[in-house]
C-alpha cells in the first residue's frame, strides 16, 4: 500500500477525486460483471481445500499453513497465503461459498487498481485506465476468479503488483 498511500498524497484535490471515481468505477465494474458468480456452490477442489481442512478452521493451526500443502496430501501444493485467507473468510462466513467468491473479486479488482496506478506513469491516465478495464473485466480471468481454488492466481498478481 506504500505505493498506492504515496501516489494518492501527492495528488491535489481536484486529482483526488477524479481517482476515487477511477478506482470506484474499475472496483463497481469488476464486481458487476463477476457478480453472478457470487452465489455459486462449492465445487470440485473446493471441497477439500475448505470444507473438509480442518487447518483453516481455527488459526491454532497457523503454523501448519507453512509446512503442509494445501491438499494435506503428499503433493507439492505449497500454498500458505491462500490458506491463511481461507481462514480469513472461514473466520467470517464459515461454509459458506459467497465469502470465497467476494475474496477473488476483491484481489482482482485490486489487481486492476494496481495496473491502473503502474501503467498511469508510463501511458497517462486514459490509456492505464482502458487497460486496466479491459483487464479487469475480460473473460480470460473467469476460471481464475469464479473458482474458490483458483483464489493463487489473483493473490499473486496482487502481491507481485504490489512488489513492483
Not at 483526488?16 to 472496483?27: D, G
Not at 500458505?80 to 461454509?95: E, H, T
Not at 491516465?125 to 479487469?136: I, K, P
Amino acid at each position: 500500500m506504500n505505493l498506492f498511500r504515496r501516489y494518492f498524497l501527492n495528488l491535489e484535490k481536484n486529482e483526488k477525486s477524479k481517482f476515487k471515481k477511477i478506482i470506484w468505477f474499475l472496483t463497481s465494474s469488476i464486481f458487476f460483471v463477476y457478480l453472478n458468480s457470487i452465489f455459486n456452490p462449492f465445487i470440485w477442489d473446493d471441497f477439500s481445500l475448505i470444507y473438509e481442512n480442518p487447518f483453516i478452521k481455527s488459526f491454532k493451526f497457523l503454523l501448519h499453513f507453512f509446512n503442509t500443502d494445501i491438499f494435506l496430501s503428499a503433493s507439492n501444493f505449497y500454498r500458505p497465503i491462500q490458506m491463511f485467507f481461507y481462514a480469513l473468510v472461514y473466520r467470517i462466513f464459515k461454509d459458506n461459498p459467497i465469502g470465497y467468491h467476494l475474496l477473488n473479486i476483491l484481489f482482482h479488482s485490486g489487481c486492476a487498481i494496481l495496473v491502473y496506478l503502474l501503467l498511469r506513469k508510463i501511458y497517462g491516465e486514459r490509456v492505464s485506465f482502458l487497460v486496466a478495464l479491459v483487464w479487469g473485466i475480460h473473460p480470460i480471468n473467469t476460471e481464475a476468479i469464479t473458482y474458490i481454488s483458483g483464489t493463487a492466481d489473483p493473490l499473486f498478481l496482487f502481491f507481485g503488483l504490489l512488489g513492483i
